[in-house]
Nanobody, 121 residues
Framework: QVQLVESGGGSVQAGGSLRLSCAAS????????MGWFRQAPGKGRERVAS???????NYANSVKGRFTISQDSAKNTLYLQMNRLKPEDTAMYYCAAELPLSCTVIVGGFWGQGTLVTVSS
């Protein structure tokens, strides 16, 4: 049974940093793509960053240069380092695996339960 468990969310002031983690069990994170997604209150879910099985990364324009996606195969864990956070980054953040088109399309796949990030101005 695949389980993805996010952690690391919290409240931070604008300009601050957080690192999200996604621990996988019943699944090897490097076997396919994985990604981070977020959903702000009253808005749809959007892709934040993704990484494919070869380690190639892709970012939404809104986070490019501020967020970094990475993975540690030994710990079977996906990370999202978030720097220079802005109030508009406030959302529930989810990790997911095996979505179509290198995890750029929000359909199917395996999902975690999410971790909340709140950025105050």
């Amino acid at each position: 049974q695949v389980q993805l468990v996010e952690s690391g969310g919290g409240s931070v002031q604008a300009g601050g940093s957080l690192r999200l983690s996604c621990a996988a069990s019943g699944y090897t994170i490097s076997r396919n793509c994985m990604g981070w997604f977020r959903q702000a209150p009253g808005k749809g879910r959007e892709r934040v960053a993704s990484i494919d099985s070869e380690g190639n990364t892709n970012y939404a324009n809104s986070v490019k240069g501020r967020f970094t996606i990475s993975q540690d195969s030994a710990k079977n864990t996906l990370y999202l380092q978030m720097n220079r956070l802005k109030p508009e980054d406030t959302a529930m953040y989810y990790c997911a695996a095996e979505l179509p088109l290198s995890c750029t399309v929000i359909v199917g796949g395996f999902w975690g339960q999410g971790t909340l990030v709140t950025v105050s101005s």
